[in-house]
């Protein structure tokens, strides 16, 4: 993974249980002198294992910090590191649900190292998607609800997200029902 991703996580560890509860997750997982460098390729293992220590040093469980973390992503991380790639995907929640099969595709131009998931979104009325999720990487599926709600955040609404069915040895992907409290919202609403 990039560095991004786990200076996200530092962040949002920080900025949610404080500085304490990153230090002695950094000390656990063997990372507390590394300078991670945003735009820098590392081995999953270490932002694997940087997450697991925050986990544990934090006190809550593994899908409430991931689905927090994955909200933070999409409100803090992605919009400070990638402003154009988050306006580009569109001006209303629809048309950012719409566009997210293609966010990553904008994002490897940049990172070429990069090995995202993918997602593909069918629309199914009025405020609802039922989104289908792929990644290489195991456990993530509480993170993707937290995207999922930090989009409709994003745009001022709420998003009430149902994990459908979980990947798992006999099914490659995760699926996901969105619910948006409001589907009209735009950025400046």
Known sequence: MYGMVTLGLRDYTIERFGAS???AAAKASGVEHADFVTTSSYPDSITTA???????ASGVDAATFLEGFGAFWVLRTAEEKYPHVMR???GTVDQFFAALPRLHDHVRTLLPELAPPTFSV????EGKFQVTYWSERDGL???VVGLLKGIAQRFGTTAQVTMVKLRSSTQDFSLFDVHLADAGKTLSS
């Not at 069918?122 to 009325?125: D, E, F, M, N, V």
């Open 122 to 125: 069918l629309k199914q009325g």
């Open 50 to 56: 940087c997450l697991v220590a925050a986990v544990q």
């Open 141 to 143: 599926d509480p993170m």
């Open 21 to 23: 509860v990153w230090t």
């Open 88 to 90: 580009a995907a569109g």
